[in-house]
Structure formats: structure tokens, C-alpha cells
């Protein structure tokens, strides 16, 4: 009985050790994210920052700014979100120009082919849905609430958050389109949302003020949304 009981401690023990081992081989980087996500999970507030290292592209790779450009914002930021959610990363954090390129165009006739949808068509949180679905089979969108500490959360729990937005409240001096646009949410301080914005080639790590993200939200007539897994 005794060196039953031996056993069994020498088991746990030994899986204690081997579980360390495989932790401090993740890296401090990935430990604290860990962490974070743990502490999240048990307490609802998100600590005071965040930020994620998802790979960046303008909807405008070569500047070209033609039909399908001018209306990729909503592909640019999904496939931001997809690229980190698969584990990519990229020299630079930036996602090369003609590959950004063909998958953009790629999932712009994907959409006109399956769903009739013109090149132009505004997609919301159900044409979304639909879209990643097909597209990305093993993925889905899951709907956020409208408000600062919702996206803090999914950012805290290592989800980039797409927004959709009307562009003309943001105010960007590098983008000046007015109406619908679409952003990727992937990190926050203590006053703003770090965004990467596909509306220009400036949009990496940009920062908007939180109650501007969330007003611009409200008028676009969109919800934000995470990419997960079925």
C-alpha cells in the first residue's frame, strides 16, 4: 500500500516538473499571456492594457486603389484576425504585398461567385458570418457587445476584434473615405483602442480614443465581431 501510494507521488510530481518544463520553454512571452487569459477567465475586468501581435495589411497592398481596393476593408480586416488566430507571423508583423493582394482579391470573388454580392456590398455581422463560414470552414464569428470594456475582454483573452465603423468619426488624417469601414482592434491603454486600420498604409498600431471607436461603431450600424473555432 505504501509503495502504492509512493507511486502515485512520484507520478504527479514528475507530471508537475514536466508541465514547468514545458512552460518555461514557451517563453515569457507566451506565460504571461497565459496568465492573463487564466485571470480574465476567473475575474470579468481586463487589466489596464493589452496588445496583440497580429500581422497587419492595408487594403491596399501596391496603393492601386481600383474597385476591388477601394472596397476591402472588411476582407483586410478578417484576414488580419485570421492570419494571427492561425498562428502566422511575418517579417515586420506585416503580411507581404502580393499575398495580401491575391487572398484579398481571392476572398472578394468568393463572395460575388457564392453570394452574388457586388464588389462594393457592405458586409455586417450576418453577411460576415456567412462569408467565414464558408470561406474558412473550421471558423465562425461570434458577435461582441458595443462597448469599451466587451472589446477589452476578447482583447485580454487574445481575440482581435473586428469593428465596423463609420470612418468619417474617426477622423483619420490619412483616410477620408466617410462612410461604412471596417478596422481590426488589437490591443488597448488606459484612453485609446491600438487598431490596425486597413484604410491606409499609416494604419498599423494606430490609436483611436476608446469613445470614439465605440461611437463610430453605433452609427455604422454593425456589431464588432471575433474569429473562433467551431
Keep these: 500500500m505504501k509503495i502504492a501510494k509512493l507511486l502515485i507521488v512520484i507520478i504527479i510530481g514528475g507530471a508537475a516538473i514536466i508541465y514547468l518544463l514545458y512552460q518555461i520553454a514557451l517563453g515569457p512571452e507566451v506565460m504571461m499571456n497565459q496568465a492573463i487569459v487564466r485571470a480574465v477567465r476567473v475575474n470579468p475586468t481586463p487589466p489596464e492594457s493589452a496588445l496583440l501581435n497580429v500581422p497587419y495589411t492595408v487594403q491596399a497592398p501596391f496603393a492601386r486603389w481600383d474597385a476591388y481596393d477601394e472596397d476591402a476593408c472588411e476582407e483586410a480586416a478578417l484576414l488580419m484576425a485570421y492570419e494571427y488566430i492561425i498562428g502566422k507571423d511575418y517579417e515586420n508583423g506585416v503580411i507581404p504585398q502580393q499575398q495580401a493582394q491575391d487572398e484579398l482579391k481571392k476572398m472578394i470573388d468568393f463572395q460575388i461567385y457564392e453570394f452574388d454580392f457586388k464588389v462594393e456590398t457592405d458586409i ?19 458577435t461582441v457587445g458595443i462597448s469599451a470594456e466587451a472589446i477589452k475582454r476578447e482583447i485580454a483573452l487574445s481575440n482581435p476584434v473586428v469593428v465596423p465603423v463609420t470612418a468619417r468619426i474617426l477622423s483619420n488624417p490619412h483616410y477620408h473615405y466617410p462612410d461604412y469601414h471596417m478596422l481590426t482592434v488589437i490591443g488597448y491603454n488606459k484612453e485609446s483602442f491600438i487598431t490596425n486600420d486597413p484604410g491606409t498604409q499609416h494604419g498599423e498600431d494606430w490609436e483611436y480614443n476608446q469613445a470614439t471607436i465605440i461611437e463610430a461603431i453605433e452609427d455604422s450600424g454593425g456589431s464588432p465581431a471575433v474569429l473562433e473555432k467551431k
Excluded at 124 to 142: D, I
Design 124 to 142: 455586417y455581422e450576418k453577411e460576415t458570418k456567412l462569408f467565414v463560414e464558408r470561406y474558412w470552414p473550421n471558423y465562425t464569428t461570434r
